[in-house]
């Protein structure tokens, strides 16, 4: 009896009773890394963006491009900074996915006068001159936190991370379970009721978006499966590391490579692979040409599609010989159909594909999704603080904890975002950990709010917090403004929609928070008045946040 | 009275790892049952893995009885190793 105070008993009544206990539970336990991961993963919907904007030395992007020139370019800047490497990869500036074209070797040999054993470039393509700008962790770093957390070791983050998906999927079952009317709320909304109105808007965020965040769990579960479920790889091609092996090699290589021949050979001209290709899929559809042992005998080209004309992640591949050219394997990603659904899931997930119009839908998906966690968290708190209320007049301590991790994450995270962005402009340009520190800026500013909210009380915490929000995101655009020469006036006259996008969405973001901060703030000074004429309404005000 | 205490953390244990052997063993049957290769049929255990783990989670929490939860999954998931084993062959 005495050691089941924060968790309610799992109720004796009907199956719907139990679904809910198990919705209830699943939510609350991962909620509020589920809306860590919502919130970094939605940002990675304009990932690419996101790194231009936190780089503004970069000039433009210059898609659309000759791709013969390109890859000549890129060639030779592959001949001057990694001479004997394993590997050079060159991708090209076909969209928004790769807005500048880029080199990327590994084992190259310093000795024969190699900039660096393994390294990348950005190449300008007039020039040939490597593109110079502040170092940062970017859009990249930003939402690959939502699959590889921050400062944890990557053991036991896929753990971690597909554990809370999974409670994740069991709380939208759950949840579509014990939904009777799931047709009528999506029409049903009543503001200002307090618990009523947390449910209402749970329930509308939830059920207008089932279908995005149904794909987006199973998804994100399926990218980890191999982590999670490795027995299944196990069984089937033997425990040791040799079987896992085999099992990535059989899926996932490239078929036609091969070890060096130690023996030396000139690299054919990528002019005709390029054409091959071309004739194939199209013209500019090439992403990548991925040069393996360069300079050997046995040297082999993988020329790759683009993937902007399907949902699976993967596309076509073509492998020539590096040294005659002869088109050795056409090799499509989906090589059979489990990897074609497979790839289809993962494609789906992280929306490489999606075309503008598209790519907003997602973010705007992904905003509700963590809408959805956010309003799952309040309601739970809000709920149990009125039937406390109701009864003793006070709140248990479980509730308390909650309250204040409710108000430290849902707001205080956003804020960490946005210093994210804040540390990007102001940390000293050529401070050599810049990108660690945008990191730690985001962190820090994280725990502040957690530590604000764990001092202040409860609707206080929550009006400051939403202050300190709407100014963090509303200002980024003088913040950029006065750091740069791309402000937002700058950026409509040109066309500039990367940095334009940028500022207007933080503006965006900033100012219904703004709203929301002082609507709540009018409240609660009516109810103060409320409180001073007629004491004994006091409790009831004071009941719910959702009445604000 | 519902449940509470050690049995309902009996009947979470059961619901997370009886849940986990039971998937991992039905996902590993399947593919040996399904006439395809090695490699498509580890894909496709991996694809309905997570599938077969959320819904032994809800069977459990619906049965409510955490000797029976740890006992119907722990005999499921010998019989499906095993089974799949066989046909593995």
């Known amino acids: 009896m005495a050691q089941h105070t924060t968790v309610d008993d799992l109720p004796k009544g009907g199956f719907r009773q139990c679904m809910a206990w198990v919705h209830t539970w699943a939510g609350l336990s991962f ?77 190259a040999n310093t000795e024969a006068g190699a900039s660096a054993e393994r390294g990348e470039r950005l190449v300008d393509l007039n020039t040939g001159e490597t593109l110079q700008a502040r170092e940062t962790g970017g859009g990249q770093k930003l939402y690959q936190m939502h699959w590889l957390l921050h ?58 978006t089932l279908p995005f965040q149904l794909m987006i769990t199973y998804s994100g579960l399926i990218f980890l499966g191999f982590s999670y479920m490795p027995l299944i790889v196990a069984a089937n091609y033997g425990a040791d590391g040799a079987g896992r092996t085999e099992f990535y090699g059989e899926v996932f290589s490239t078929p036609g490579l091969t070890e060096p021949a130690e023996k030396s050979a000139s690299l054919i001209p990528l002019t005709t692979l390029i054409d091959q290709a071309e004739s194939r899929w199209g013209e500019g559809r090439i992403r990548r040409i991925d040069v393996r042992h360069p300079g050997d005998a046995n040297a082999r080209i993988v020329v790759s599609e683009n993937i902007d004309q399907t949902i699976a992640s993967g596309a076509g591949r073509l492998v020539f010989d590096g040294v005659s050219g002869e088109l050795l394997h056409n090799a499509p990603s989906a090589s059979s159909p489990a990897k074609g659904v497979r790839d289809a899931f993962l494609g789906l997930h992280e929306g490489l594909f999606a075309p503008p119009v598209v790519r907003w839908l997602y973010f705007i998906s992904g905003l509700l999704g963590t809408g959805m966690v956010g309003t799952g968290l309040i309601l739970w708190a809000v709920k149990r603080r009125q039937n406390a209320e109701r009864k003793r007049g006070s709140a248990p301590l479980g509730v308390v904890l909650v309250e204040k991790l409710n108000v430290g994450t849902v707001v205080g995270l956003p804020v960490g975002v946005a210093a994210y962005f804040w540390a990007n402009r102001l940390l000293p340009v050529d401070l050599a950990t810049r990108a660690s520190w945008e990191a730690h800026a985001m962190f820090l500013t994280w725990l502040v709010m957690l530590v604000h909210a764990a001092i202040r009380p409860r609707q206080r915490a929550w009006t400051e917090q939403l202050v300190v929000a709407a100014l963090a995101f509303s200002a980024l655009p003088i913040l950029n403004a006065l750091t740069t020469d791309r402000h937002l006036v700058q950026s409509l006259t040109t066309g500039d929609w990367v940095f334009a996008g940028f500022d207007l969405t933080v503006l965006a973001i900033g100012v219904p928070l703004g709203a929301t901060a002082w609507r709540m703030h009018r409240a609660q000074r009516k109810r103060r008045i409320a409180e001073e004429s007629q004491p004994s309404q006091t409790q009831r005000a004071n009941l719910s946040l959702g009445e604000t | 009275m519902g449940l509470h205490g050690w049995r309902l953390a009996s009947l979470i244990g059961a619901a997370l790892v009886g849940g986990y052997a039971l998937a991992t063993a039905v996902s590993f049957f399947l593919g040996q049952l399904l006439p395809v290769g090695r490699s498509e049929a580890t894909l496709i255990g991996h694809l309905l893995g997570f599938t077969f783990y959320a819904v032994a989670i809800l069977w459990v929490f619906a049965v409510r009885r955490p000797g029976k939860a740890w006992l119907y999954l722990s005999v499921a998931s010998i019989v499906f190793s095993v089974a799949g084993m066989g046909l593995r062959g």
């Open chain 1, 31 to 107: 909620g509020w890394l589920l809306f860590f991961m919502f919130v970094t993963g939605t940002a990675g919907y304009f990932d690419t963006e996101i790194d231009r904007w936190m780089q503004p030395e970069l000039p433009p992007a210059p898609i659309g491009h000759n791709v013969h020139e390109s890859a000549s370019v890129l060639l030779n800047k592959a001949r001057e900074e990694a001479p004997g490497a394993e590997q050079w990869l060159f991708t090209l500036p076909v969209d928004r996915n790769e807005p500048y074209a880029q080199l990327f070797w590994r084992g």
């Open chain 1, 151 to 208: 400062y944890t070791s990557r053991a036991y983050t896929d753990w971690i991370v597909a554990t809370a998906t999974l409670f994740m999927f069991v709380a939208l079952i759950t949840g579509v379970i014990i939904h009777r009317k799931i047709f009528k709320d999506f029409f049903t909304f009543r503001p200002r009721k307090g618990q009523r109105s947390w449910l209402d808007a749970h329930n509308v965020l939830s059920v207008t």
